[in-house]
């Protein structure tokens, strides 16, 4: 089966610039994450989407971080405006199960992202 | 609040040993551990996972063993091989939620 894309794998951008994130999970997967990892740490979960609803985005900094997942397939994160301290990958993944429920969470290739 | 720490952060050893990566977590309704290998450049693919009802589970040269008293988990590798180079995670998840907190990685090199 085709796994977690993301697109754009790089990107770069001045702080105070905007940017947006692509993801499209796994087909039939209902629940949808965006971790931020930081070089040389592990990933930290932004936001969980189950469907088009909000999981959990309680570490996500919404003064500048949103994200959305409409139509409960695709996802979009954006970050305006960024700051330097946005250097990161941001990772995608998806796990069929719904929230709650222990299922396998698989990850997409992720946007490295670099602040100038 | 939630922690997980993991140690090693670097581990070298040479082709044929085992290696030993060793989690602790600070939630004891933590029921889920999943491991993840993360090549370089590549994304976090899982490798093996154990729930907490368990206490070790084996698959080929992979095994994870949990200790629910002590509140912490370990990944060993027998007879490792040069592609099992890569930056390993631990992790863990909390009872009804899917959030999974993150150790900070193992940088394991197999030298041949």
């Known amino acids: 089966e085709a796994g977690v894309a993301q697109s754009p794998r790089y990107k770069i951008i001045e702080k105070r610039q905007s940017v947006a994130f692509w993801c499209n999970p796994i087909s039939g997967h209902a629940t949808l994450y965006w971790y931020q990892q930081i070089l040389g740490q592990g990933p930290k979960l932004l936001i969980q989407f189950q469907n088009n609803g909000v999981v959990d985005d309680s570490q996500l900094p919404k003064d500048r971080f949103s994200a959305e997942r409409l139509k409960g397939v695709d996802s979009t994160l954006k970050i305006q405006p960024a700051k330097l301290e946005d250097s990161a990958v941001y990772l995608c993944a998806s796990s069929f199960a719904l929230a709650g429920e222990l299922d396998t969470q698989y990850f997409g290739p992720g946007t490295r992202l670099t602040v100038l | 609040g939630e922690n997980v720490e993991q140690h090693p952060s670097t581990l070298s050893v040479q082709e044929g040993d085992s290696a030993v990566i060793k989690c602790t977590y600070s939630d004891s309704a933590s029921n889920y551990f999943p491991w993840y290998k993360q090549e370089l450049g590549k994304r976090p693919q899982l490798i093996i996972d154990?729930?907490?009802?368990?206490g070790e589970k084996k698959d080929q040269r992979i095994a994870v063993t949990l200790n629910k008293t002590a509140k912490h988990f370990s990944l060993h590798i027998t007879e490792t091989q040069p592609e099992d180079s890569a930056v390993y995670f631990c992790a863990a998840r909390k009872t009804n939620t899917d959030k999974l907190i993150f150790g900070t990685g193992t940088r394991l090199q197999v030298f041949p």
């Open positions: 154990i729930r907490s009802n368990v």
